[in-house]
DNA sequence: GTCTATACTCTGATAGAC
DNA sequence: GTCTATCAGAGTATAGAC
């Protein structure tokens, strides 16, 4: 057989999600993957139309990841108080965990971002977890309130502007006060 | 006279600040700075050493339009929630105003991004409008939070994940639930 | 379905004439 | 101090052979 290497549309998101997190969104090319795939570029074009038909599987991805988890580690425990926290831990440690797939996905953020099963879910449970210390099982206004302070906290942390101790202290107070004002 | 153009550093900046602005982060290419300015890209490496160094002085501009901004909105009312308030206002309507530049600054961050006169002032100026609110002047976790709420509405809200009150309403809350409870 | 080859445009950066 | 000319490389994408 003349080219037996054979690709398939979730190894190569998988291999684009390995190159982001090694070399940063600036290495995420099509020479790139084709490269670690050990095939040429033009290959690509055979399973996703274009470079953005890539980006929105690697973001769809990242979002799958990041859903599972949070979901993994923030059961749901009777206080509400506390499965917001849990929530909310899982979900900076993700970030830490995999900043470049997490900055990804957020960056490139279109209005129908959100629109994959997984960021629908993502919505839903912190809808859940703000429902739960509001009352209000739909409180829009409230999920926005945590997950802005959340992704905020998160750039702020990545970016290196503080010591090590500053930021981190500044999730815990910022956190408490969203819980209780809320 | 052969070639009578004159040029100066902060000439370019501003034209590096439109042309962000207008075309995005990924316009801003020395090329497109040298077109604006009606002259070629080699002459802007008589002002500054690289790309890098053009892109600094763009952020240091914008923190200080920032601080600028923030500064003429946000007086200092007696009432230290009303300062706060002010504040943040001002802030999030920047970003609303020139997006753009905006999270080019924020983006761009590194360690020692806020070493700027103008980045330092507007760190000084959150502690202060937060310590009016904590009885600490220097209140450094109770900023990150606050600052983190801050940056995280503006990416949601630019982000279009929302509709049109939804994400405002979240900013009330938010920030009504971080003036209490901090 | 993968390949080679190529077209095209863009980038940052440098050398040397004037 | 600005110019022309050029380098060396990146990128996406397409055509056509096999």
Redesign the pocket.
């Known amino acids: 057989m ?2 037996p ?3 398939d549309p979730a190894g190569i998101v998988q291999t684009a999600v390995k190159l982001l997190e090694e070399e940063g969104p600036e ?6 993957v ?1 490269k670690r795939l ?6 690509l ?3 996703f139309a ?3 038909a890539l980006e929105r599987a690697v973001i769809a991805e990242g979002q799958r990841l990041l859903l599972e988890f949070v979901r993994g580690r923030a059961r749901k425990p009777r206080e509400p108080g506390l499965a917001i926290r849990e929530m909310a831990s899982a979900y900076v440690k993700f970030a830490r965990l995999r900043p470049a797939l997490y900055f990804f996905v957020m960056h490139h953020a279109v209005p129908d971002a959100d629109a994959t099963p997984a960021g629908k879910e993502l919505w839903r449970l912190l809808l859940d977890r703000v429902g739960g210390i509001t009352a209000n099982g739909d409180d829009t206004s409230g999920a926005v309130a945590v997950w802005a302070f959340l992704h905020g906290f998160t750039v702020l942390e990545h970016s290196g502007r503080f010591g090590r101790s500053g930021p981190r202290e500044g999730f815990e107070r910022g956190l408490r006060a969203l819980i209780s004002g809320l």
């Open positions: 003349a080219h290497k054979q690709l290495g995420l090319s099509l020479r790139a084709a050990g095939v040429k570029a033009p290959s074009y055979n399973y274009d470079k953005s």
